[in-house]
């Protein structure tokens, strides 16, 4: 399993500001994700991260609004950046682990709690 | 493209009702099947999944079976508990659209258990 710690909980913003999340894991991954999920919706996935490599984007976001940086095996960050209300959100961090150990196909997908995020 | 839509909530129940949450879902290909739990100030957990048609997946009580012909994994539990109380989101993971953890997900649906 995997335990994971995203920083900020939450806060609010001012428009035209950027912030950055923080995504800590207790065990070295390999792939990384972003996702938001905007008020009354579901999950959407802003991007992949891999460690080593710039990070992949899903269709209709980009690198200059939301920036990722992948350091390490443990850890991520998303900047939303010049934050305009439409991005009022939760963004969550989720990483790939294997629970038996066992790396072959599918691992399990494994959530912080979220960053709920508010721009005013 | 792929879509996951998922009864609008909240749903209410009192203890030891019978739940339904009900899950349908559209694909390109053959998508294995989610069903992720998010308790008062957790992330989301995986709660139960199915890879193939008529797969059941099932933990903690709850169950949901895979419909290929109704595109259809309903959520059910025959006797719900207070602490069963969280947001359930069903989602799919289809290999004609980069499969693996790439996830589409539903709304959620929240659930309310009073005694």
């Known amino acids: 399993s995997a335990v994971i710690s995203q920083k900020p909980s939450r806060d609010i913003c001012q428009r035209g500001t950027s912030l950055t999340i923080q995504c800590q894991v207790d065990s070295q991954v390999t792939m990384m994700f972003w996702y938001r999920q905007q008020p009354g919706q579901s999950l959407t996935l802003i991007a992949t991260?891999?460690?080593?490599?710039?990070?992949?984007?899903e269709s209709g976001f980009v690198i200059d609004k939301f920036p990722i940086s992948r350091p390490n095996l443990t850890f991520s960050t998303l900047t939303v950046s010049n934050m305009s209300p439409e991005d009022s959100s939760i963004y969550l961090c989720?990483?790939?682990?294997?629970?038996?150990?066992?790396?072959?196909?599918?691992?399990?997908?494994?959530f912080g709690e979220g960053s709920r995020l508010t721009v005013l | 493209g792929d879509s996951v839509t998922q009864m609008e909530g909240p749903v209410t129940l009192s203890e030891e009702a019978f739940l339904t949450i009900n899950c349908t879902y559209t694909a390109t290909g053959y998508p294995s099947l989610f069903w992720y739990v998010q308790y008062p100030g957790e992330g989301l957990q995986l709660l139960l999944k199915?890879?193939?048609?008529?797969d059941k997946g099932s933990n903690k009580g709850f169950e949901a079976t895979y419909r290929k012909e109704t595109t259809s994994f309903h959520l059910e539990k025959g006797s719900v508990q207070v602490s069963d109380s969280a947001v359930y989101f069903c989602a799919l993971s289809d290999p004609f659209t980069g499969g693996g953890n790439k996830l589409t997900f539903g709304t959620g649906t929240q659930l309310k258990v009073e005694l």
């Open positions: 991260a891999n460690q080593g490599s710039e990070a992949t984007y």
């Open positions: 199915a890879t193939k048609a008529d």
């Open positions: 989720s990483v790939e682990a294997f629970p038996r150990r066992d790396t072959r196909g599918t691992g399990e997908l494994f």
